[in-house]
Nanobody, 115 residues
Framework: QVQLVESGGGLVQPGGSLRLSCAAS????????MAWYRQAPGKQRELVAT???????NYADSVKGRFTISRANAENTVYLQMNSLKPEDTAVYYC?????????WGQGTQVTVSS
């Protein structure tokens, strides 16, 4: 069982920045594929960004050029740097770990973009 704990959410003005963190348990974190998802009220959960065990990244079109996913294997942590935030980025952000078809989710962290 892998435990994931997200942090770093909060209230930010449009155009601002936040960095989300997701700390994972376990000794083989470097083998996990990691991803960030988000879910806005009344909407389905959507993929935001992914990073493979080798460091390859992929982004949703809506966040390309604004968000950056990265990982620090020595710290068992994946990050999501979010810049130029927009009100439509408001959502609960979830971290996911995947390993050979097994998936684990964090509890989520709220991000609110509002003036």
């Amino acid at each position: 069982q892998v435990q994931l704990v997200e942090s770093g959410g909060g209230l930010v003005q449009p155009g601002g920045s936040l960095r989300l963190s997701c700390a994972a348990s376990g000794s083989i974190f470097s083998s996990y594929g990691m991803a960030w998802y988000r879910q806005a009220p009344g909407k389905q959960r959507e993929l935001v960004a992914t990073i493979t065990s080798s460091g390859s990244t992929n982004y949703a079109d809506s966040v390309k050029g604004r968000f950056t996913i990265s990982r620090a294997n020595a710290e068992n942590t994946v990050y999501l740097q979010m810049n130029s935030l927009k009100p439509e980025d408001t959502a609960v952000y979830y971290c996911k770990a995947e390993w050979y078809g097994l998936r684990w989710w964090g509890q989520g962290t709220q991000v609110t973009v509002s003036s």
